[in-house]
């Protein structure tokens, strides 16, 4: 805004400069000397600005006033512009500005008041556009700090959940480690410390009582097998199938994935899921990770979906977004990379962007 304040005080200057030199007033030291004054005192407005703002501009505007009755009187015309900064520095009302701005005028010469009046117009509308822009950039400049500062805090709340999360599941892995090797050692290691002691038995009466014996390790082995079961049954227990593992990370990918962009993906799945092996879900989670990040660059998307089927022969993975989409799809790498990944399982790949844009993955199976 100073650039520009400062551009129309020397405008307006070298106007008055060029009307004096044809006027028929003479120009005198006094004039250049007015004129030297009267740049010494705006140039310091901008030094000094704040407080020094109404001391400054009311100095050049009393010294210009001066100037005009007693050296000459087109320097009249500067006036407006001070009389500006001095009224905008006690009221932020226009009218108020311009009407202060026309004080001289009832005061002045009769073939003055046109050219004042023209220049002190031009000047209040050109000084209060400027002012008004000016004060809706540091408004946005204000919003776009606070901006930043909410992103950072943002930053820093997923930087702590992020640490937090990994806590988390850090004592969950320490919390089932500990559980697992409790289960085994009251299921099993009593079955095992049981087997055991009738083997040592068995060892001793082997010799003095061999029926005795041989009904001790008999006892011996169905203890042990008691004890493999448990330890198949803990197993198996532990182990969550194949569905859940496919499912949850599909939603801790979209929620991970929401975490950072302003769309959260909408996942939704039906069939029997536990039909998609490890691999194909490997697959499939790729194509998804590229379809979506395809629609925060490029779809213009303010809603995303995820939807998993799984038909008699065929698993569907589909991508689709309500964005612009395309009326001729173009393949870029990502895409292509997705076709090759699916082609690896005899799969396929379908882009359609007449409705939005959506990637379909089709996968071929056999429940066998």
Request: charged share 20%.
């Amino acid at each position: 805004m100073e650039i520009w304040s400062i551009l129309n005080k020397a405008v307006l200057l070298l106007y008055v400069i060029s009307l004096s030199y044809i006027s028929t007033t003479a120009i005198t030291p006094w004039f250049t000397l007015s004129v030297l004054l009267y740049l010494c005192l705006n140039i310091s407005v901008y030094i000094f600005k704040d407080a020094a703002v109404p001391l400054l501009s009311g100095l050049s505007g009393a010294l210009i006033i001066s100037a005009s009755l007693y050296v000459h009187p087109l320097l009249i015309l500067l006036v407006p512009v001070n009389l500006f900064e001095f009224g905008s520095y006690y009221s932020k009302s226009s009218v108020i500005v311009f009407l202060f701005m026309l004080i001289p005028w009832p005061f002045l010469p009769q073939d003055m008041l046109i050219e004042y009046g023209y220049a002190a117009s031009l000047s209040a509308a050109y000084l209060t556009l400027l002012r008004t822009y000016s004060g809706r950039i540091e408004s946005y400049k204000e919003e776009l700090e606070s901006m930043r500062g909410d992103i950072q805090t943002l930053t820093q709340r997923l930087h702590e959940n992020s640490e937090y999360l990994k806590q988390s599941e850090y004592m969950f892995k320490l919390e089932e480690r500990n559980r697992l090797s409790q289960q085994i050692h009251d299921h099993v290691g009593h079955s095992m410390t049981g087997a055991l002691i009738q083997m040592e038995a068995a060892k001793r009466l082997m010799a003095a009582d061999a029926e005795k014996s041989a009904e001790l390790l008999q006892n011996a082995i169905h203890i042990s097998k008691d004890g493999i079961e448990s330890i198949r049954l803990v197993l198996k227990n532990a182990k969550p199938p194949t569905e859940q593992l496919g499912i949850n990370r599909m939603r801790l990918f979209i929620d991970e994935f929401a975490a950072v962009h302003p769309i959260k993906p909408a996942f939704t799945y039906e069939g029997n899921v536990d039909l998609i092996s490890p691999f194909h879900w490997r697959i499939i989670m790729e194509n998804v990770k590229e379809a979506l990040t395809n629609t925060m660059k490029y779809a213009n998307a303010t809603a995303v979906s995820v939807h998993i089927q799984v038909l008699n022969t065929v698993i569907k993975a589909e991508v689709s977004d309500n964005g612009r989409g395309a009326s001729k799809v173009i393949k870029g790498l990502g895409v292509i990379g997705m076709e090759e990944r699916t082609a690896a399982v005899n799969g396929t790949v379908i882009v359609d962007g007449s409705r939005g844009f959506s990637v379909t993955t089709l996968i071929p199976f056999s429940d066998k």
